[in-house]
């Protein structure tokens, strides 16, 4: 085994911890406070070649291994939630799933925009009334011609208002023999006649991102971009997963990491009787708390970024790192409001914000308790991963990418 990070990765953490801190963090907390998200941020980020980050670089990606990747998120992370969940949705979920399941011409014609950032990918799973029972989509994709017809509505679609792309998952079959095998994937241009988009208001956390409700009205999608065959839908949506899910575990370390660079600096500053808090053992144990979730987070994530590169199924190793590098955020950005005192509880500070923003991972990509009990399924031997038709390429990058 080897744990060293090769000069790549050292590199590629210290430009995403740079753009992260000079170009997400100035004016973050008024943003923030305003629920304000801008397209700018995503300029940015296109501008600086991130969104290219592990797309091989026939496609004008930067080449680079899955490690780097989950590397990207974690110091976006740090800087805020937002600018990480734009590398999941756009990077994870969107490019990284055409590059699993798309054709030649598909990854040919789409991958090269989104790598450069020309084109923002999004994702488009859940329902009004299908979250954790995806299963349950009542999104209609009906065949006619060299088209299909979508109608129906997804929520809470991250980028819903800024993406130009989406990946979407629709009944193609209602009459199928298992309702995945009637479902299918698309790829649906937000410039499509019948498409709308519209912002959901009030959100606890998150608020200088962009999530949304996406509604198809009679849109017309022609054939050539539906993903994999008709009744992979299913199959391609858990496969995004696996992809988005290593973004949020990874991303979640970067909260953890931020959380300790605020309470390093105020354990240091802040005294209590005379003495800094640093030296009471109890804060120390918060710290030390939050050491080890960095630590241990980084393994789990590492591990699945491994296995990408080896072109290996990782699905129960990436619900895993999902599961534990999510609650050790937030027990984190908990712990650092305690630490900080009153001075946590309100924004004058950024640890109210962490805690605000690490609520909502425990959500999206599988809830805690979703994840919970993939976990006793798969060592109870109730669940059990087969060989998928198409794997994510291996790194490093061959002729079959
Ligand atoms: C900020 C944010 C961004 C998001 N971005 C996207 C996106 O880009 N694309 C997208 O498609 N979706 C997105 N989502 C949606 C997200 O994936 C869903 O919210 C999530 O899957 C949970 O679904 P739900 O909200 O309908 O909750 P439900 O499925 O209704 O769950 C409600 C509660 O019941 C529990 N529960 C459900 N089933 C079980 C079970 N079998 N056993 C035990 N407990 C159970 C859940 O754990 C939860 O506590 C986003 C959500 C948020 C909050």
Redesign the pocket.
């Known amino acids: 085994m080897d744990f060293s990070l090769t000069p790549e990765h050292e590199l590629i953490r210290e430009s995403a911890y740079r753009f992260g801190q000079q170009e997400i963090v100035p004016g973050l907390a008024e943003r923030d406070r305003a629920h304000q998200s801008d397209r700018a941020s995503l300029d940015k980020m296109a501008a600086s070649g991130l969104l290219g980050v592990s797309i091989p670089a026939k496609y004008g990606g930067m080449d680079t291994d899955y490690i780097s990747l989950g590397i990207v998120c974690e110091e976006l992370e740090r800087a805020d939630t937002s600018a990480r969940v734009v590398m999941s949705?756009h990077s994870g979920?969107h490019s990284l799933t055409i590059l699993q399941w798309g054709t030649a011409e598909q990854k040919a014609r789409w991958l090269p925009g989104l790598a450069e950032g020309a084109a923002i990918g999004?994702?488009?799973?859940?329902e009004p009334n299908a979250?954790?029972?995806a299963i349950n989509i009542r999104t209609r994709a009906r065949r006619d011609g060299d088209s299909y017809v979508l109608n129906g509505e997804?929520t809470?679609?991250?980028l819903s208002d800024y993406a130009d792309q989406f990946l979407v998952v629709a009944v193609t079959d209602p009459e199928a023999k298992s309702k995945a095998a009637g479902m299918s994937a698309f790829i649906v241009d937000r410039s499509l006649k019948g498409f709308h988009s519209k912002a959901i208001k009030g959100?606890l956390g998150?608020r200088a991102g962009n999530?949304g409700s996406v509604l198809f009205e009679d849109v017309r999608v022609p054939a050539e971009n539906r993903l994999g065959e008709e009744g992979d839908g299913f199959k391609i949506a858990m496969s995004a997963l696996d992809h988005g899910r290593y973004t949020v575990a990874s991303g979640a370390v970067g909260i953890v990491a931020a959380c300790l660079d605020a309470c390093n600096r105020y354990a240091r500053e802040r005294k209590v009787s005379g003495e800094e808090i640093g030296r009471k053992q109890l804060v120390q144990q918060m710290i030390a708390n939050m050491v080890a979730g960095r630590d241990i987070g980084r393994l789990l994530y590492y591990q699945v970024g491994w296995m990408k590169n080896a072109g290996l199924r990782h699905t129960r190793e990436v619900s895993l790192a999902k599961w534990q590098n999510c609650n050790f955020a937030f027990q984190a950005a908990h712990d650092a409001v305690e630490i900080h005192g009153a001075y946590g509880y309100c924004d004058e500070f950024p640890v109210e914000r962490y805690f605000r923003n690490s609520r909502?991972a425990m959500?999206?990509?599988?809830?805690?308790?979703?994840h919970t009990?993939m976990q006793a399924e798969y060592e109870l031997g109730y669940r059990a991963d087969k060989p998928l038709a198409r794997m994510l390429p291996r790194w490093p990058f061959g002729q079959e990418a």
Request: net charge neutral.
């Open positions: 949705v979920l999004a994702f488009a799973l859940t979250g954790s029972d997804k809470w679609i991250s959100k998150v999530t909502g959500i999206y990509e599988g809830t805690r308790e979703i009990l």
